[in-house]
């Protein structure tokens, strides 16, 4: 049976109780604990089964039913006691209403769980009377059957069965007593139900009250939260009253920032476009100048270079100018040499000192030669004098023009003091010329004053004409033609230069002296008078400034001025001059006065003439005797001096339609005459071009004009004033006129007048000029112009105008004028009213305010105009407004769709700008008060594109991604929201919620993904702020496939190149049947469900993907899952690589091919000449690249070449980490893959597709090899079997952090090894790997070695080929028979051995009779004793010489691959044996044994021999075998004569035959033996050439069974001939005694020898 022990238990009853914490704190009264009786009652259950076994009673449990009944009905009565106190709501009373609640909730839990009990009881009763029932037919059974075996007699079963009988019995009895048990449990609890239910019944008012009161209390909740809601609700819509304020005032304040930055745009378009013209025109002006630089540069460097080639000319002209010289002075020399040897001589022959006389004429010679160069010396100084002044004059004069003395001071200046020097030194001169030359040049050389003068005005005309080539002057030269190009002005004469020495003797240092002195001093004196010193002014002059004013040119101007002495005593006055410029205007008539008492006047006269039109400015100076003074002069032209009266005319206020008039003065206070016109500030002005130097663009802004015009008037006043400029005052003059002219190309504007565009501001029409606005002004006269105001607006008027003139120097005036004009009675403050923008069917209001000053009240109606009258409304039409207040209308705007067709010319269609005006009509008034009513006017529309969205087929596991556009047609911002989303789908970003801009548009990205396969059609809506929905229509296939996997992303860590990462997934096959009850039915969409089976799967890898997948097809049954590894192993991209390596490659082509050409060139160097290699060689250079290109495209690349590992190596230690992301599709098909028949595909159903997301980060390998150019494939070669190959490789740490390595596992059993181990690798550290490579058999070997670190794996790939020593030898049998030899002669016999092999095999030849281990071999028993079946050692009898009987040759050696070597064995025996044998070896490499070669031969003493027979003797020679016959008795033997029985030896053979009988029925073959008889080739005479041997006894032979052919012969030398031997047993044989006969063998040669042969015959029958 079930538990159920806790039925009653404590926390039964207290967690389903719906406590606040407050009531949980109040349960926590002594008072009322329920929870200790309960408690006591559970403690006498058993609380792991609700129905006792067998044998125990349920009366517990009816006990602890009964004790909480009563418990609950005592507290009841208690309650009902106390049910007068319960109409006051106190604590206490909330207190006991608490808890009767609680005590409800309890009774209905005991009563739920009661009805339980009694129904398990119930049930359980059932059980026991159907058990007894049972138990009673088994009963009946067995008695039946007792019965039957009692009655068959079958004690034992009957035993049996009456013991069944008693267990029945025993379980009825018991089940009798639980019956009874049961029965009065299950009272005692109907019972229990009866009391709770009359409980109930006592409560139920209670529970009728309190269900009344939490009703009560829910409605007052409701009341007050809907109270709440419109609270809230007045809050939210002043918040959105406030921010639509907001954003009024944002999009106004973003309105006219947008059109300040128009305005700021179009400015500074504008300064871009003239920035561009004259930067084009600086660019043209610096190539144009770069351009003659260039000439410049190109001239001065011919001029160089002709320079140089006429100084090589001069040089070699002076070089034979210098030996004409030599030779002309050693003529002279010899001829001075004669004539002082003749003075000499005379002077002797007269009697004079000879000596003396040529003192005296050499001193003469010294002094000419001293006064010469004095002279010389002179010249010079009096040069650079000249060039001084005339250079302080020209400074002076550029002084004066650009600083115009203040004062009229005269100082003496270097040039006045070099002058007077030069004209006293010339008066004082008295040195007269000579009389041989002309007139002209007595005259150039005379020593008068006049000369002097003639000389100094030259050279000031010179200067002169020098410095007016160079400038325009208006005024006419004196002399005509001074200032053309072509006048050469008067220069002095070199020959007067050389006539004017200056000082130099000590009179001309005296007069200098004193001229020093006489400038130094002056003839100022100081003037004192009582002590006391005058100091300032000695002259006053009246007027203080000489000014002459407006005058003109060719008129003579005279003024007089008086001087009046102001010292203290006596003074004198003289007239020094005017200033250097004035000399040629100025003339001043001053007669001296002579001495002039203190206060005393005098009168000067100045007379102007003037030349030219330019202002002058100077001083007239004086010298007084105390000192001089200058009286200040100045010349004016005739110039425009214009002024206006007023700046600013108020006109007052006046009303509107009144007009009033105002004048302004316009006065000239100058001498000259000029156009003027007034114009209002706001209109462009025209300026004439004709007056001015530069033209301006019309785009050019009024600073720019007047910059150029203070610029061209510079220019123009630099022109009239005739002024040196400079070359770059010239230079920048052209550029401008240049410019100028270009900018009147690209421009073209009206040949007279330039228009300068100035920004046009608002036009007012109230205040306006008069009829007189352009007229001629005179000299000395005044204009009035009068000014209008008519006010049209009411309010501050004000306008600006200004004037100007012709004249360009005449500067442009201002003025203002300002007015107020007054309106009617009735007005409007706000003329325009303003409702920014507007969406259409929503209400605007805005309330109209109307003002009136009159003193009366006036009836208004307010009239909107009739286009309008459906969408605009002012409220009320007619009103009334009182005296001196104001009136508000209200105004209502709500535009509809027709609003574009019915407001016709009011509604802009481009803008959405409307203007609506709006009339108000006031009574007795003629003239209505007008307002106008402007609005923005937009749609509220949000468009989503595309209209329809279909997500197609999408599985349960995974979401597809759909973008969508959402476009905001108002010129508003809106909020939005996509609202009543179903669960599958969800939009991104902000989930869907945000705000969007006017016309904007945002992209939104829906997300659906299907939480199971059915079709879903739904519609997206979006919602405005203003509750406007906007749908999009969706459909889609949830698809649920019958796999799934364990995840469908995989994040791979951060791998190297040419690393691994593995990550594992399960293929998931979780359908099991077709119940829907235990899990969901794979289908798509609607269709029928997946069959239960075995379901197939692949993986469809992208292409030149990095992953693997394994197994990438598979099958998984159900309630299976199959395993599956994703590797991820990244590399880089083929044909990077070879990209990196087609340079190596094709340099690596380069040197080979020009290796090749260097070749060719020398072997055909003798046959070409020098020029004709070096055509060759051009034309092979130039044509040798595209056969290289060609054969470098046509070449593959191997991966295993040195060029790609290297380019490989190059681009992995230069890789950047980088990240991709791949999506591999699963595709599902029902079946097993193996089911399918060949090579038909399954049946993939593309919407079963599961995808896998692969995150996939690459990084640079921590480690890498630097060297072998960064290859991670070693390649160790061939290496013969048995060696051992070692290969160093390089390994680096380029990881910024120290990486600890470890190694993978070598194959112990294979030929790599790692020889070397290095635990930990620092940062930037480089350790050397050794790896050796030992092959033990022929086989390709290759292996890995993986270098492991935390950061990557490094893998080096080994490979090596072991290659066996393939030789093989020409010997068949591996035995070499030498033969017979003679003994002391020797044979030679030769074998090839050939490498097949691919390596060169070193051999070497060893013997084993000079092995060093014969010696152990020798101390063992002989073979033939321990083998009989091997008699022979390998090693047989040698020479008793102690050489080698056997010999080799070559020895050792090296055998290339595919070659093959000739080996000489040579056989030389030094005595007479059979047995002469040895062992040759073969040994490769010094280790491995390759061929061994037994090696036989015989030596004889004689020339025959015989052999064959049976072995009678041992093959082992005795160190003590004497031979029998010595020489004497062998030579004796060799006499001819019939031999004696002493000297022949018998030599024996034995020839055994065995005669094989099987049956005796069968004849059997004869028994064959043989005996080869030969004779040896030998090298000695010998008598003999042949062998002749003979047998005897042949026919008793042949009695006896034996055949023998031949019986006789011969045998030639190197020859042998075989004696065949045949055996039948005869007719009386006896098989059991052999027969045994003899017969005599002699062989006749170069000696006669004997051989016993001896038969033995016999029969065998058996094997």
């Known amino acids: 049976m079930e538990d159920d022990g806790s039925l009653l238990s404590e926390d039964g009853l207290l967690d389903d109780a719906p406590l606040l914490e407050d009531e949980r704190d109040e349960l926590e009264d002594p008072e009322f604990d329920i929870g200790c009786l309960l408690q006591e009652a559970e403690d006498d259950m058993d609380p792991g089964h609700s129905r006792p076994h067998r044998g125990m009673s349920p009366e517990p449990a009816a006990r602890v039913v009964v004790a909480g009944v009563l418990f609950i009905l005592s507290s009841v009565k208690e309650l009902d006691t106390d049910t007068d106190k319960l109409k006051k709501k106190t604590a206490e009373d909330r207190m006991q209403a608490f808890h009767l609640r609680q005590n409800l909730s309890a009774l209905d839990k005991m009563r739920e769980e009661q009805e339980l009990f009694i129904e398990k009881m119930r049930g359980e009763l059932r059980a026991c009377r159907q058990r007894r029932d049972l138990i009673g037919k088994q009963q009946e059974a067995v008695a039946a059957e007792i019965a039957s075996e009692g009655e068959a007699g079958n004690m034992a079963t009957v035993g049996r069965l009456q013991a069944v009988s008693r267990r029945l019995f025993v379980e009825l009895e018991n089940e009798r007593d639980l019956q009874s048990r049961t029965e009065a449990v299950l009272r005692e609890s109907e019972n229990a139900m009866w009391h709770i239910e009359i409980q109930e019944g006592r409560l139920e008012a209670f529970r009728t009250a309190d269900r009344e009161e939490a009703e009560a209390a829910g409605r007052r909740l409701q009341v007050r939260a809907a109270r709440q809601l419109c609270r809230e609700q007045e809050a939210l819509g002043k918040m959105e009253r406030n921010r639509l304020l907001r954003i009024r005032k944002s999009l106004h304040a973003q309105k006219e920032l947008g059109l300040r930055h128009q305005k700021l745009l179009e400015d500074a378009r504008k300064n871009h476009k003239v920035a561009v013209r004259f930067l084009k025109a600086s660019l043209g002006r610096i190539r144009e100048q770069e351009k003659k630089e260039e000439m410049k540069c190109q001239e001065h460097m011919r001029r160089r270079m002709d320079a140089v080639v006429a100084l090589k000319g001069s040089i070699s002209a002076n070089r034979d100018t210098l030996r004409k010289f030599q030779a002309w002075d050693h003529a002279k020399a010899e001829l001075a040499e004669q004539r002082v040897q003749a003075e000499k001589k005379a002077i002797l022959a007269q009697g004079g000192d000879a000596f003396r006389h040529l003192v005296h004429q050499r001193r003469r010679q010294e002094l000419e030669a001293q006064k010469r160069a004095f002279e010389e010396e002179q010249k010079l100084r009096k040069q650079e004098i000249v060039s001084r002044i005339l250079k302080e004059e020209a400074e002076e004069e550029k002084r004066k023009k650009q600083h115009p003395p203040t004062k009229a001071t005269h100082r003496p200046t270097l040039r006045d003091k070099t002058w007077n020097y030069i004209s006293d030194y010339c008066e004082e001169k008295t040195t007269a010329p000579t009389n041989t030359y002309t007139l002209d040049y007595e005259a150039a050389a005379g020593p008068g004053p006049s000369r002097l003068v003639d000389v100094i005005s030259s050279e000031l005309i010179q200067g002169d004409a ?28 070199k020959e007067d230069m050389d006539r004017k020495p200056v000082g130099g003797t000590k009179m001309d240092k005296d007069i200098l002296a004193r001229t020093v002195e006489r400038l130094r001093s002056r003839v100022v004196h100081k003037q004192v008078v009582l002590g006391r010193e005058f100091q300032g002014r000695p ?49 001043v008539d001053f007669d001296p006065p002579g001495p002039l008492s203190a206060g005393m006047s005098c009168e000067v006269l100045v007379t102007f003439k003037p030349m030219i039109n330019k202002d002058l400015e100077g001083n007239i100076s004086f010298l007084a005797q105390t000192g001089d003074f200058s009286v200040p002069l100045k010349c004016s032209t005739k110039k425009c001096s214009l002024s206006l009266d007023k700046e600013l005319i108020d006109f007052g206020s006046y009303v509107v339609g009144e007009t009033a008039s105002r004048t302004i003065t316009l006065t000239n206070t100058g001498g000259l005459g000029t156009s003027f016109k007034f114009l209002p500030a706001s209109e462009p002005c025209e300026t004439d071009d004709s007056q001015s130097i530069l033209k301006l663009s019309s785009i050019l802004t009024y600073e720019d004009k007047s910059l150029y015009d203070k610029a061209a008037t510079s220019i123009s006043e630099q022109q009239l004033e005739g002024t040196e400029s400079s070359q770059a005052d010239m230079q920048s003059r052209k550029e401008l006129e240049k410019l100028d002219k270009e900018q009147e190309e690209e421009q073209p504007t009206e040949p007279e007048r330039l228009t300068t565009a100035i920004p046009p501001s608002e036009e007012q029409t109230e205040i306006t000029l008069g009829e007189i606005t352009e007229r001629e002004i005179g000299p000395f006269s005044s204009i009035k112009v009068p000014i209008i105001f008519t006010p049209v607006v009411p309010g501050n008027i004000q306008a600006r105008f200004k004037v100007m003139f012709k004249n360009p120097q005449c500067p442009m005036l201002h003025f203002r004028v300002m007015g107020v004009a007054i309106d009617v009675p009735v007005w409007v403050p706000k003329p325009s009213v303003d409702l920014k923008i507007c969406m259409y069917d929503r209400l605007y209001q805005d309330s109209v305010l109307v003002h009136t000053r009159s003193k009366a009240a006036l009836r208004l109606k307010f009239e909107v105009c009739k286009e309008l009258r459906a969408h605009l409304e002012l409220l009320p039409e007619t009103g009334y407004i009182q005296a001196q207040s104001s009136y508000s209308v209200q105004l209502k705007f709500l535009p509809r769709h027709s609003l574009p067709e019915d407001a016709g010319k009011y509604f802009d269609k481009e803008t959405r700008v409307l203007e609506a005006p709006m009339t108000i009509w006031v009574a007795d008034q003629n003239k209505p008060v007008e307002f106008t009513v402007h609005a923005i006017v937009t749609t509220s529309d949000l468009e989503l594109s595309p209209s329809e969205v279909d997500f197609g087929y999408c599985t349960i596991y995974e979401a597809i991604r759909t973008e969508i556009s959402l476009h905001n047609h108002s010129l508003l911002p809106q909020e939005f929201g996509f609202v009543k989303l179903p669960k599958f789908v969800d939009v991104q970003p902000n989930d869907g919620f945000g705000t969007i801009l006017p016309l904007e548009t945002l992209q939104f990205d829906v997300i659906f993904q299907p939480t199971k396969a059915e079709e879903h059609s739904f519609k997206l809506t979006c919602k405005s702020e203003i509750n406007r929905c906007f749908k999009l229509s969706c459909r889609a296939v949830g698809v649920h496939p019958p796999l799934e996997l364990s995840h469908y992303q995989i994040k791979f860590a951060a791998t190297a190149l040419y690393d691994t990462s593995v990550a594992t997934v399960y293929v998931i096959n979780s359908h099991l049947s077709m119940s829907s009850r235990t899990h969901s039915k794979p289908r798509i969409g609607s269709e029928d469900t997946s069959p239960v089976g075995p379901t197939s799967f692949e993986f469809l890898l992208p292409p030149d993907s990095p992953i693997t997948i394994s197994p990438s097809v598979g099958t998984v049954w159900p309630g299976k899952r199959c395993l599956v590894q994703v590797a991820f192993r990244p590399v880089l991209p083929e044909k990077l690589i070879r990209q990196e390596a087609l340079p190596l490659l094709n340099k690596e082509m380069e040197t080979k091919s020009f290796r090749k050409d260097m070749a060719s060139q020398r072997k055909d160097m003798h046959k070409l000449s020098f020029s004709a290699l070096r055509m060759q060689n ?267 009987v056997f010999s080799v040759a070559p020895v050792k050696g090296v055998m290339d691959p595919g070659k093959t070597q000739d080996f000489t064995v040579t056989f030389s025996p030094d005595h007479e044996s059979l047995y002469f044998s040895d062992r040759l070896q073969v040994v490769l490499f010094e280790k491995k044994i390759s061929h061994q070669i037994l090696l036989k031969g015989a030596a004889r003493e004689h020339m025959m021999f015989v052999e064959g027979g049976d072995p009678l003797d041992v093959p082992v020679e005795s160190l003590t075998v004497i031979p029998v016959f010595d020489s004497k008795h062998r030579e004796a033997g060799s006499r001819p004569g019939p031999p004696s029985p002493e000297a022949e030896e018998l030599r024996p053979i034995l020839v055994a035959l065995d005669y094989i009988q099987f049956d005796t029925d069968t004849p059997a073959p004869p028994a064959t033996r043989e005996l080869q008889v030969g004779c040896i080739r030998t090298t000695q005479p010998s008598p003999k050439k042949t062998v002749e041997f003979s047998l005897d006894s042949v026919t008793s032979l042949q009695h006896k069974g034996f055949s023998i052919e031949p019986s006789r012969g011969s045998v030639e030398r190197g020859q042998t001939k075989t004696i065949s031997i045949s055996w039948v047993p005869p007719a009386d044989f006896d098989p059991d005694h052999p027969l045994m006969v003899s017969a005599l063998l002699q062989l006749r040669g170069d000696v006669k020898e004997t051989y016993k042969v001896i038969f033995v015959a016999q029969v065998v029958t058996g094997p």
């Open 466 to 493: 020098g410095a007016s080539s160079e400038e325009e002057m208006l005024a006419e030269p004196e002399i005509s033609g001074l200032w053309n190009e072509d006048y050469k002005p008067y220069q002095v004469p």
């Open 539 to 587: 002259f006053n002059s009246k007027p203080e400034l000489l000014h002459f004013k407006d005058f003109d040119i060719g008129k003579v101007y005279k003024k007089k001025i008086t001087l009046v002495n102001t010292t203290y005593t006596i003074n004198y006055c003289k007239l020094v001059g005017v200033e250097e410029h004035l000399r040629d205007f100025i003339h």
């Open 1178 to 1444: 051009r034309d092979k250079l130039f044509k040798v690249s595209v056969p290289h290109v060609l054969e470098l495209r046509k070449r593959e690349l191997k991966p295993s070449s040195d060029e790609y590992q290297a380019a490989r190596a190059t681009l992995v230690r230069a890789f950047q980490a980088k990240f991709d992301t791949f999506v591999v599709p699963c595709v599902v098909a029902s079946g097993d893959v193996k089911d399918r028949k060949g090579s038909e595909p399954p049946s993939f159903s593309p919407h079963n597709t599961l995808y896998l997301e692969l995150w996939c980060p690459t990084v640079a390998p921590s480690v890498v090899v630097t060297s072998h150019k960064g290859k991670t494939i070693f390649n160790f070669g061939d290496v013969a079997v048995g060696h051992r190959s070692i290969k160093k490789v390089s390994i680096q740490n380029v990881s910024p952090e120290d990486l600890a390595l470890d190694f993978s596992l070598l194959n112990p059993n294979g030929p790599f090894v790692l020889l070397n181990h290095c635990s930990l690798l620092h940062a930037g550290e480089t350790q050397v790997l050794v790896l050796s490579f030992s092959p033990h058999e022929s086989i390709l070997a290759q292996e890995t070695l993986d270098i492991i670190t935390k950061r990557g794996t490094l893998t080096l790939t080994l490979v090596g080929t072991g290659v066996a020593s393939m030789i093989t030898c020409s010997i068949e049998g591996s035995i070499l028979n030498m033969g017979y030899v003679i003994a002391g002669e020797s044979v030679s016999s030769g074998f090839k051995l050939q490498n097949n092999s691919l390596l060169p095999v070193k051999f070497s030849m060893l013997l084993d009779s000079l092995s060093s281990a014969r010696g152990r071999g020798q101390q063992q028993l002989p073979q033939f004793l321990s083998s009989p079946s091997q008699r022979t050692e390998v090693v047989g009898t040698q020479n008793l010489n102690g050489q080698s």
